[in-house]
């Protein structure tokens, strides 16, 4: 069945076309009522409106949404932006970006109105799955749904992600091969409403120690988990300084932990690696000045990527390899000494 037109959806919600426009366009200047109303209406009519006269000949909005579980401030979605972006705007499009679909309601209010305004050509979801219901809510927009670092390929028509599991359990592996025996894993408590990649981190820790111990190491090892927030590095702090013994290694989940630690231990008498080692994951933004060991990955790289199998879905191509895993590459800095006993 062909798609109606804006007319056809002005007379059967009984409104004007400028009515039915403002409604996709500047939805602040219609009531509630009746903009339920046109929506419910261009929902079942299958009616989607593009943002210029050239998108209304092709059936193209030149606009792709960016779902992100957190602040784009992070660094790790700043990279993400960039790497899509570097693509996406030499071809014409804008990015209209969604931030923190970490909510009940956030999720619910993004994964209901974007079916039926229709008014992207693909969408990205970066770090976090999207369940079945949500799924079919994206199908209905009939659009490529990309996934970068997600979880699972499930849903989605395109992927790169690192490898976060594996990631870790080198990270781990390579601290207790230098003889470090007592060892702690530091990482934010994993929300509820949302499967985030970076959470499979700690199952690369825990699978490196359990394999360890199979093997006849004599090691120890902890995970802490931390609230989730602002404060997860001064968390993770206090919840170090508490245990009944100091660990010989800290593994942690980012960067954005292992710095603040780093700096924060020393005042509290722990010097690394003099007294501990340490290592992060991701080689962010100023963990080579810190001279910190860590994981590397290049997320503005997996945006590019991402972003060029998006422009080939968007054009009908069929992508010879839409999900791709990427392995971190360890980073072994200043922050990292054998254990000396």
């Not at 509820?192 to 981190?201: G, K, L, N, Q, Y």
Request: aromatic share 8%.
């Amino acid at each position: 069945m062909a798609k109606a037109d804006i007319h056809a959806v002005a007379k059967a919600a009984g409104v004007s076309i400028s009515t039915v426009s403002r409604t996709f366009t500047r939805p602040e200047l219609v009531s509630a009522k009746t903009r339920s109303k046109v929506l419910e209406v261009a929902d079942r009519l299958d009616f989607n409106i593009s943002r210029s006269a050239t998108a209304l000949k092709s059936g193209q909005t030149y606009r792709v949404a960016l779902l992100m579980n957190e602040e784009i401030t992070s660094w790790f979605n700043t990279e993400v932006f960039a790497g899509i972006e570097s693509v996406m705007h030499p071809a014409g499009y804008d990015i209209s970006l969604f931030q923190h679909i970490d909510t009940s309601a956030n999720r619910h209010d993004f994964f209901t109105n974007l079916p039926i305004r229709r008014n992207v050509d693909a969408v990205f979801v970066a770090s976090f799955a999207i369940d079945p219901h949500e799924v079919e809510q994206l199908r209905r927009t009939r659009v490529p749904i990309i996934g970068i670092n997600t979880p699972s390929e499930d849903g989605f028509d395109a992927t790169i992600s690192i490898d976060d599991e594996q990631g870790m359990y080198k990270a781990t592996q390579y601290m207790i091969n230098l003889g470090h025996r007592r060892i702690v894993y530091t990482c934010s408590q994993a929300a509820e409403t949302m499967h985030a990649s970076i959470d499979a981190r700690a199952q690369g820790f825990i699978r490196a120690c359990e394999d360890a111990q199979g093997k006849g190491a004599d090691i120890t090892w902890q995970v802490l988990p931390v609230p989730r927030g602002p404060e997860f590095a001064d968390s993770a702090l206090a919840a170090l300084l508490t245990l009944d013994q100091f660990p010989d290694a800290i593994c942690c989940q980012m960067d954005m932990m292992a710095i603040p630690l780093v700096l924060k231990l020393g005042k509290y008498g722990h010097v690394a690696p003099r007294d501990y080692s340490i290592i992060g994951f991701d080689d962010s933004i100023y963990a080579d000045t810190l001279n910190l060991a860590t994981m590397r990955q290049n997320p503005y790289d997996m945006g590019r990527r991402a972003a060029v199998k998006a422009l080939r879905l968007i054009g009908g191509e069929t992508l010879d390899n839409p999900h791709e895993i990427v392995e971190a590459q360890l980073i072994p800095r200043g922050t990292v000494t054998p254990f000396a006993g």
